[in-house]
């Protein structure tokens, strides 16, 4: 692949999470300072410093949130398969809670489409704490089943 290409998917990316931070109050509260870092065919990397916005009662990234990540990043990692803005609707959404992560800790999200048909799309989401700039200790996994068929 290009540079160019990836360059094109990332810029693409960036301004599909545009549009949906305007459009969606929960992706307003929990992904505004979402950065995307690469995007190619079917991958996307993303990072997060957590804020109070994504802590629960006890001080660590709150479930619902480490879900909302994995729903978007999924749909992410769709929309690069061939540039699409329409990600679908979710279908089937798993997240396992490996560990924990405290506001002002980044994390990196990475997520990929692992098949995109005609009408159904698979994604896996990795979330790791970022430890001396690189990918680290794995907060939360998922994979997120999307009904993509464009009507």
């Known amino acids: 692949m290009g540079s160019s ?7 693409h990316i960036e301004s599909l999470v545009a549009r949906q931070l305007q459009r969606s109050p929960i992706y ?10 690469s ?10 410093v957590l804020t109070k916005n994504h802590m629960n009662s006890s001080g ?11 729903d978007w990043a999924g749909g992410m990692a769709i929309a690069t398969h061939d540039l699409r803005d329409k990600t679908g609707v979710s ?4 997240v396992r809670y490996l560990s924990g992560a405290k506001e002002g ?15 159904i799309g698979f994604t ?6 970022v430890v001396d700039g690189v990918a680290g200790p794995v907060v ?10 464009v009507r």
């Open 5 to 11: 290409q990836g360059d094109e998917i990332k810029t």
């Open 39 to 48: 995007a190619v065919p079917g991958r996307v990397v993303a990072r997060i």
């Open 105 to 119: 800790e980044e994390i990196e999200i990475a997520a990929t489409a692992d098949k995109v048909g005609s009408s």
């Open 60 to 70: 660590s990234i709150h479930g619902s949130v480490s879900a909302t990540i994995v």
């Open 91 to 94: 279908v089937d959404i798993h």
């Open 124 to 129: 896996s989401v990795v979330i790791s704490k």
């Open 28 to 37: 307003a509260l929990t992904l505004t300072d979402a950065r995307i870092v």
């Open 140 to 149: 939360a996994s998922g994979t997120h089943t999307k009904y993509v068929k």
